[in-house]
């Protein structure tokens, strides 16, 4: 059983388009994130979601917009692409704060190819 | 700032050769530092949290060390299956802020 699926794993698109990816858990889990791997391979938190709710949102462009419709689904949505959006995205989950556990999960990632 | 910062970026071994891999960090408040592998294509794959100073994890060929400081991830005798891009991160507020990573290869 996969405990973080992501949809699609490869995305190729031209700019301006509008994609979404899509992320499922089935850990049980209350927090959910999402991260961009850039070329370099350098891993960095976008949106972290607990229990439906936005709780960290750094400096992303308004383009990119995630949505959270229950505790197990997080999915990201970017609006007009561009060339520098072309990246690896993760998405994970964890235990939310008080829980003691803190680690996260990742899913298997989403290529995204902007043309 | 919270800042993690591992090295080496690359690391060359040979089968049965050990060594470490560093990773220092600057974070206000630890409430944990984890230790992950990476395989080409594929997410991060979780391997070991450390929450205090002194306290130590094992898992087959790997060890994470923890001081105030830094965090070792030591590896005995590796095989070639060993390779991998090991990542460090720190547990700042939810989020985890994560180290650049080290390359490992290991010829057999």
């Known amino acids: 059983d996969t405990a973080v699926s992501q949809t699609p794993k490869y995305l190729v698109t031209q700019m301006g388009n509008d994609k979404s990816i899509k992320c499922e858990q089935n850990l049980g889990h209350d927090t959910m994130y999402w991260y961009k791997q850039d070329s370099k391979k350098f891993l960095k938190i976008m949106f972290s979601y607990n229990n439906k709710e936005l709780i960290i949102n750094e400096t992303v462009p308004n383009r990119f917009s995630p949505k959270s419709p229950d505790k197990a689904h997080l999915n990201l949505h970017i609006n007009s692409l561009e060339l520098g959006d072309s990246a690896v995205y993760f998405c994970a989950s964890s235990h939310g704060r008080g829980q003691g556990k803190y680690e996260q999960y990742f899913g298997p990632g989403t290529r995204l190819t902007v043309t | ?108």
């Open chain 2, 1 to 108: 700032e919270d800042q993690v910062t591992q090295s080496p970026e690359a690391l060359r071994l040979q089968e049965g050769e050990s060594s470490s891999l560093n990773c220092s960090y600057t974070v206000s408040g630890l409430r944990g530092l984890f230790w992950y592998r990476q395989d080409p294509g594929k997410g991060p794959e979780f391997l070991f949290t450390l929450y205090s100073a002194g306290e130590e994890k094992e898992k087959e060929r790997l060890k994470a060390t923890l001081t105030k400081k830094e965090s070792f991830l030591h590896i005995t005798a590796p095989k070639p299956e060993d390779s991998a891009t090991y990542l460090c991160a720190v547990q700042a507020g939810t989020a985890l802020i994560f180290g650049k990573g080290t390359t490992l290869s290991v010829s057999s």
